[in-house]
């Protein structure tokens, strides 16, 4: 195959019809009013609300921010139990916050949490669980909360990858003490960079939305010490404007996913994305696991790379084997976790990426295979 000219990217940022964008910054020229709650901001919480299914939202200026508050809001103190198999922004948010990550195995379907791990982990000192909708695949949702609510502990989602999936018809908002959805440019829904935090008590509205803004209730009475994290009123006017779209963004994105399918089923060692059951995906990654596949990971990672095709080792390393946690956390203690993270590669996967490329990407993987 002849190297191609232009680069396919692991993922491509969807845009709103320019004039659409154009036409919703026109107004901010007029009220001149940027950031601090403005009109597009509570436009685009109620309609995430109602998008969600939730009463309890709160914007923040990006996903990180928005988990990394809700732990400070619900005051969680010693141990958190999460996962290794995730971004960077997950484990940080837990040690930013001084707390200790402690880190269970994932179940080597659907890469989440592994439930029947959990609750030989849980201590004295553990306060929450902290799991990750992998891939917008779900958590054993109903399993966790019976173990948290067994031993009086918080849940909470980093739901970053689980915008526009379903479970049982219920978005990942209905689950847990708490949820935090990033909008980055990458994800499935985006506000360039964004994210929100939904919640199951109702008195966690007033403090998120304080903490966000420096802990400051009014001009006189500062209450926590918070921070500035504060989604702009550019920010939620793309959101507003790519909300419109959000269903023919998972459409395009079930295409691509299907293609994929369709060239790499029935070849020995893959393993590719499953359905789950009771869940409507959102097709926001597609991640390839090569385990007894003619080549490793990297071999596939490099050929790609040599075709101008640029895939993801997402997620390697895992958290827990981060250069700042060196020694902290024995990567034995998560098997699983380890084994995925030097076998998986997420393929491109983007709204306008061509089926055509698609095959052509599924080409170079095919002709490795035994
Ligand atoms: C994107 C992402 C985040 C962080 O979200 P930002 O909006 O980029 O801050 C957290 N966790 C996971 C799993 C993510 O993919």
């Known amino acids: 195959m002849k190297k191609r000219e232009t680069p396919i990217r692991v993922t491509r940022s969807s845009m709103p019809p320019f004039e659409e964008f154009a036409e919703m910054i026109r107004p901010l020229w007029d009220s001149a009013w940027l950031t601090n709650m403005g ?27 928005a988990l990394e508050m809700v732990i400070q809001a619900l005051e ?19 040690v930013r916050n001084g707390l200790t990550p402690v880190f269970c195995d994932i179940e080597p379907d659907h890469y989440t949490m592994d439930p029947d791990r959990i609750e030989a982990l849980i201590t004295e000192k553990t306060s929450a669980i902290l799991p990750v909708h992998v891939y917008g695949n779900f958590c054993d949702v109903d399993r966790i909360q019976a173990i948290a609510d067994r031993h009086g502990l918080k849940v909470i989602y980093d739901a970053a990858h689980t915008f526009g999936a379903r479970y ?15 909008f980055h440019a990458t994800k499935v829904f985006h506000t360039i960079e964004g ?5 199951s008590q109702t008195w966690m509205d007033h403090r998120l939305n304080c903490l966000k803004n420096y802990g400051i209730v009014d001009q006189e009475h500062v209450v926590w010490v918070g921070g500035n994290a504060k989604m702009n009123e550019f920010q939620a006017a ?48 597609f991640p390839v696991v090569f385990d007894g596949f003619g080549a490793s990971r990297n071999q596939v990672w490099e050929a790609l790379a040599a075709q101008n095709i640029f895939a993801r080792k997402y997620f390697y390393p895992i958290t827990s084997q981060f250069q700042c946690y060196e020694g902290q956390f024995p990567a034995a203690d998560t098997p699983v976790a380890l084994y995925m993270g030097d076998r998986v590669l997420t393929l491109p996967l983007y709204a306008d990426l061509a089926l055509e490329d698609v095959d052509d990407i599924c080409a170079v993987i095919r002709g490795l295979g035994v």
């Open 39 to 65: 009109e597009y901001h509570e436009q685009l919480e109620k309609q995430l609300k109602e998008y969600l299914g939730t009463e309890n939202l709160v914007l923040f200026v990006n996903g990180h921010m």
């Open 76 to 94: 969680l103190k010693g141990e958190v139990i999460t996962t290794p198999f995730t971004f960077a922004s997950t484990t940080h948010a837990i």
């Open 168 to 182: 049982r018809g219920k978005s990942a908002a209905a689950y847990g003490d708490a949820s935090m959805f990033s």
């Open 195 to 199: 994210g929100a935090a939904a919640f």
């Open 238 to 285: 793309m959101g507003l404007c790519n909300l419109r779209h959000l269903e023919e963004e998972l459409d395009k994105r079930r295409r691509v996913t299907e293609r994929y399918l369709e060239n790499l089923e029935g070849l020995p060692g893959l393993r590719l994305p499953a359905p789950q059951k009771d869940v409507t995906p959102n097709y926001a990654y």
